[in-house]
């Protein structure tokens, strides 16, 4: 950690889905040193949807795991930050209700059993009528 902020970083190509590569979308997370888990946009059944990776012992990456459907919608969701107290998830997402566009929303996350409580909106004290992406 730099200050107690995350690191922005793009998921390394050879991770990255197909349909990423075709177009030309760069899935960003967010690194902390030594990261045992990180969470990214990418184009998946229903647009853009939010996965999770967990740092192998062998230091590899476990394969992509589609986060539940209290984060993810049939619309868009991106731009996953998890909280230092590794608990609480923000994201962006098109399909929750909010005020326009994106907006940003916090749930409660377990990444041991990959379950999330129902999204909060953070409202008017930092979304907008316009694309809200990033907490």
Do not use: C
């Amino acid at each position: 950690m730099l200050g107690g902020l995350f690191l922005p970083s793009y998921l390394p190509q050879e991770n990255q889905a197909v349909i990423d590569k075709k177009a030309d979308h760069h899935p960003v997370i967010y690194l902390q040193n030594n990261p045992k888990l990180i969470f990214y946009g990418s184009y998946g059944d229903n647009g853009k949807d939010i996965f999770m990776r967990r740092r192998t012992d062998n230091g590899e990456w476990s394969d992509p795991v589609l986060l539940p459907s209290q984060v993810n919608t049939k619309y868009d969701e991106d731009y996953a930050y998890l909280s230092p107290d590794g608990k609480t998830l923000y994201f962006s997402s098109k399909g929750h209700t909010g005020l326009g566009g994106y907006d940003i929303f916090k749930v409660n996350y377990n990444p041991q059993t990959n379950t999330a409580s129902e999204p909060i909106n953070l409202d008017f004290k930092i979304n907008s009528p316009d694309d809200d992406l990033f907490y």
